[in-house]
């Protein structure tokens, strides 16, 4: 395991290039595709409901499809050189969650009928069932018993990931999520389930989504985390 520090690259480094996002409308997707556009990229963001995204730019287009379909999906992603997702499922005290799963089956079905190969998606600290044994006690035995069923079939869609060998994904971690705009703070990255503090240095157990959306265009232009989950914060 190794723990890493870097700041993102500017945005004129990064390769111009067809970015299909899904979850546009949440509060996340909207960073992802606003900076998206910032950065000169051509956007698809993929909704159930168009009329959720406010946002109007001349690189950016805005189609309806099923999530769960391969079929609806797979004629978006034609000509896209990479897929970006940030959806989410919320957690249900009356059945399981199975959102991240089934969308990420249709999603690499409807990639590989597409010819695309790379994705970046986003999950959580802590879907791994036992790596929260060092989390504090408040995260330990108030949050995660609460979020458990979300956590478990995020990290049944990341087992299903590495599995599949012809797909360059990366999977995201963030820890608890705040509704703020990007910063310039440095990132802290670590090959797990959560950032261990280190030397010292005090690690932040929230993020900005701003950051968060900033930290995933940053593997645009980067080999770095290729076929792994990388848990991240802010310092």
Same mark, same amino acid.
């Given at each position: 395991?190794?723990?890493?520090?870097?700041?993102?690259?500017?945005?004129?480094?990064?390769?111009?290039?067809?970015?299909? !996002?899904?979850?546009?409308?949440?509060?996340?997707?909207?960073?992802?595709?606003?900076?998206?556009?910032?950065?000169?990229?051509?956007?698809?963001?993929?909704?159930?409901?168009?009329?959720?995204?406010? !946002?109007?730019?001349?690189?950016?287009?805005?189609?309806?499809?099923?999530?769960?379909?391969?079929?609806?999906?797979?004629?978006?992603?034609?000509?896209?050189? !990479?897929?970006?997702?940030?959806?989410? /499922?919320?957690?249900?005290?009356?059945?399981?969650?199975?959102?991240?799963?089934?969308?990420?089956?249709?999603?690499?079905?409807?990639?590989?009928?597409?010819?695309?190969?790379?994705?970046? &998606?986003? &999950?959580?600290? #802590?879907?791994?069932?036992?790596?929260?044994?060092?989390?504090? /006690?408040?995260?330990?035995?108030?949050?995660?018993?609460?979020?458990?069923?979300?956590?478990?079939?995020?990290?049944?869609?990341?087992? /299903?990931?590495?599995?599949?060998?012809?797909? $360059?994904?990366?999977?995201?971690?963030?820890?608890?999520?705040? $509704?703020?705009?990007?910063?310039?703070?440095? /990132?802290?990255?670590?090959?797990? #389930?959560?950032?261990?503090?280190?030397?010292?240095?005090?690690?932040?157990?929230?993020?900005? %989504?701003?950051? !968060? @959306? %900033?930290?995933?265009?940053?593997?645009?232009?980067?080999?770095?985390?290729?076929?792994?989950?990388? @848990?991240?914060?802010?310092?």
């Amino acid at each position: 395991m190794h723990l890493t520090r870097f700041q993102s690259r500017l945005s004129s480094e990064c390769q111009r290039m067809k970015i299909a !996002v899904l979850g546009a409308t949440g509060q996340t997707g909207q960073y992802l595709v606003s900076q998206a556009l910032e950065q000169g990229h051509t956007v698809t963001a993929i909704v159930r409901n168009p009329a959720k995204l406010t !946002v109007h730019h001349d690189n950016l287009k805005v189609v309806k499809a099923d999530i769960f379909s391969p079929d609806s999906l797979k004629t978006h992603f034609k000509g896209q050189d !990479v897929i970006m997702s940030c959806l989410g /499922f919320p957690a249900s005290v009356f059945s399981s969650v199975t959102g991240y799963t089934q969308t990420m089956s249709a999603i690499v079905s409807a990639m590989r009928e597409a010819h695309v190969n790379r994705i970046i &998606t986003m &999950t959580s600290w #802590y879907t791994e069932p036992n790596s929260g044994a060092q989390s504090p /006690f408040l995260i330990r035995f108030l949050l995660l018993p609460i979020i458990r069923s979300v956590l478990s079939n995020m990290y049944e869609m990341e087992q /299903f990931l590495q599995k599949t060998d012809d797909i $360059n994904w990366t999977v995201v971690r963030p820890p608890g999520l705040k $509704n703020e705009p990007p910063t310039a703070k440095e /990132f802290l990255t670590h090959d797990g #389930y959560s950032v261990p503090p280190s030397a010292g240095q005090s690690v932040g157990s929230s993020v900005g %989504r701003g950051d !968060v @959306a %900033r930290f995933m265009h940053s593997l645009l232009s980067s080999t770095a985390w290729v076929k792994q989950g990388v @848990a991240m914060t802010t310092k």
